[in-house]
Nanobody
Framework: AVQLVESGGGSVQAGGSLRLSCAVS??????????MGWFRQAPGKEREGVAT????????YYADSVKGRFTISQDNAKNALSLQMDSLKPEDTAMYYC??????????????????????WGRGTQVTVSS
């Protein structure tokens, strides 16, 4: 079974940086490729796609709200997914989740579509940005 464990969340002031990590286990990369992504959900809001990356080819997709500030990366050798978050804003405050699905992504899913397309999720890590 696939297991995803997020870490790296915390509380920072606006303008600060955090680096989230997602440890992935239970995946086979032999003749398989995946789309791995970061999503976030604030209280009372839908789960929002933040960024995705394809293990085959490395194509990335970002939400407009984070372009130029966040960078997603993967380390297949270490089975890890990261999200470098710079110039954080209060509106970035949310629970951040990593998710994975078989096959490549060709867009950034969000909301109910993300929940439907990504069968495997971690428990999340909280990011709080104060003004």
């Amino acid at each position: 079974a696939v297991q995803l464990v997020e870490s790296g969340g915390g509380s920072v002031q606006a303008g600060g940086s955090l680096r989230l990590s997602c440890a992935v286990s239970g995946l086979s990369y032999s003749n398989r490729w995946y789309c791995m992504g970061w999503f976030r959900q604030a209280p009372g809001k839908e789960r929002e796609g933040v960024a995705t990356i394809n293990t085959r080819g490395g194509a990335t997709y970002y939400a407009d709200s984070v372009k130029g500030r966040f960078t997603i990366s993967q380390d297949n050798a270490k089975n890890a997914l990261s999200l470098q978050m710079d110039s954080l804003k209060p509106e970035d405050t949310a629970m951040y989740y990593c998710g994975i699905r078989f096959g490549s992504c060709y867009y950034l899913p969000g909301g109910s579509r993300a929940l439907a397309e990504f069968p495997d999720w971690g428990r999340g890590t909280q990011v709080t940005v104060s003004s």
